[in-house]
């Protein structure tokens, strides 16, 4: 089965009708006098565990795990052979070849050693008839894995599963499905004072550098996340929130943000970053989660907005999109990342106060669109996108709208407003959710609007439209969003907490989600040392008076921030204070 078909046959956001088998293998060991990988005198042994984790009439879905029992291995290869004329059509996590009838997995570069007694994980698509079984016999460096396989009677079709089967992807994640509480988050918040009130909420783990995929600082790593996931899923479906945030040259127009890589490392983007998030997602350990990722914020937008002639633009990002990193590293990451068949792929979408104009909204959805066909990956490994991530665009203006005017003045022509087509996030997601259907996104692509931050709640709220004195007395005197200026986005001073996290709100939005954590900082105040490549950045000053991008106005930034992603404990405050709906 081609790419395409067999992607577009996973990828479906409906539930499948028929439920795989699934199956444990072989288990066993034995010895060899040389086996590949090892020296002379090196034992082999194995136990495999082959799923299928899906299957239809025309291909299958398997996942194998293979535990070594004998002497550590610097790299490995498996063997077995297939019964039923199934065809390996891709494989992720290993390089999977087949010769007639015999199949092989190869170790790829960053999973070749396998201690004595580790295990590693890939899968692999084929061809099939619908019956396929485990295989009988499994070679691990050419020594048979000893033992009888397990029960391969295929489901009684007869018999309707009242869930998919695991790693088949469901409409929308979020619905029918609890979402996993970061326990590091969760302390955080709840050692502050009346912090219980919100730190049983659902937050996204940000993997924003190499390190943080093992963890960084002692803390937790992305295996300790999937574990305690696991124990909070129990019997029911579980979603967890993954940004994936590292790309070379990572944010371009902010230096807040700014990451390890350089502009040139893709491939330790992908040989150091997104491959070692592929295999332990992929492990099938963790196929029973929903895994939602928000891929690579702040990234492809820049080049749309802020290079070549533009009074926005920025030598960094003029590089990025020269050499075209921005858009192969996000394309490669879907590609990867989407060929887990539990992984759910949402881009990041900017937010309404940057991609909202005419000259910015159709161009942000051709870049998508490319970045989206990059690097092996096909718009089928794109589950939806994601606005206002880590931002503070209110959900809804209710107070006026887009169509309005006053003295026969429209309201587009406000300074808040400033042309713009969209006053808020969901108008905003849904009418861009139409725009990226019609350059080529699947048409049951789904959005997301991060809530976390953008309630703009307290004393501060108005009640009302302001005054019709003129149109900028109006919008200024009703708008719940009080930033200084839409372009404003570092620890905004009088934020609340929005909406609470929310399965299917809203037609064609997925979820409302806290993506960003309450209470990490957006960036530092002043400039601070630190190992994790962040630089500082005049937005986030109080006391800067701003540039192009913001026109010209106050940051309205709070002081004594801490860098990027580290606990600020008087923006947390804030943002309980001025919670709506109130805490």
Known sequence: MSRTSRTTLRRSRTALIAAGALVAAAAGSAAAAAPFGASAAAAAGCTVDYKIQNQWNGGLTAAVSVTNTGDALSTWHLEWSFAGGEKVSQGWNATVTQSGAAVTAKNLSYNGTLASGASTSFGFNATGNGNSAVPATFKLNGVTCNGATGPTDP?????????????????????GAKVYVNPEWSAK?????????VSNQPTGVWL????????????????DHLDAALTQKGSGELVVQLVIYNLPGRDCSALASNGELGPTEIGRYKTEYID??????????????????????????????????RPTATPACDVMKANGNYQKGVGYALNKLGDVPNVYNYIDAGHHGW?????????????????????????????????????YGATKEDNFSIDDSVNGTSVRQSKWVDWNRYTDEQSYAQAFRQKLVSVGFNSDIGMLIDTSRNGWGGTQRPTGPGASTSVDTYVDGGRYDRRIHLGNWCNQAGAGLGERPKAA???????????????????????????????????????YGGNAR?????S????????????????FQELMKNAHPAL
């Open 208 to 223: 924003d550098r190499i390190a943080a995929i093992e963890g960084a600082n002692d803390g937790m790593g992305l295996r």
């Open 155 to 175: 489901p009684d079709p007869t018999d309707p599963p009242t869930d998919p089967p695991a790693g088949s992807r469901v409409n929308n994640p979020y619905e």
């Open 189 to 197: 918040a709840a050692a502050e004072p009346g912090g219980t009130r």
């Open 550 to 554: 913001n026109g010209n106005n106050p």
């Open 355 to 391: 991609i909202g104009w005419d000259d910015n909204f159709g161009a942000t959805a051709d870049i998508f669109k490319v970045a989206a066909t990059t690097e092996g990956a096909t718009v089928n490994d794109v589950h939806g996108f994601i606005t206002n991530t880590a931002n």
């Open 505 to 543: 709100p809203a037609a064609g939005i997925d979820a409302y989600v806290w993506m960003k954590p309450p209470g990490e900082s957006d960036g530092s105040s002043k400039a601070i040392p630190n190992d994790e490549g962040k630089g500082f950045d005049g937005m986030c000053d109080p006391t």
């Open 556 to 571: 309205g930034a709070l002081g004594d921030a801490p860098v990027s992603g580290h606990w600020f404990s008087a923006q």
């Open 276 to 309: 070692p998030i592929a295999a332990i997602l992929g492990d099938a350990k963790y196929a029973g989660l929903r895994i939602v990722t928000t891929v690579e914020i702040d990234s492809l937008p820049n080049l749309v907005t802020n290079t070549g002639s």
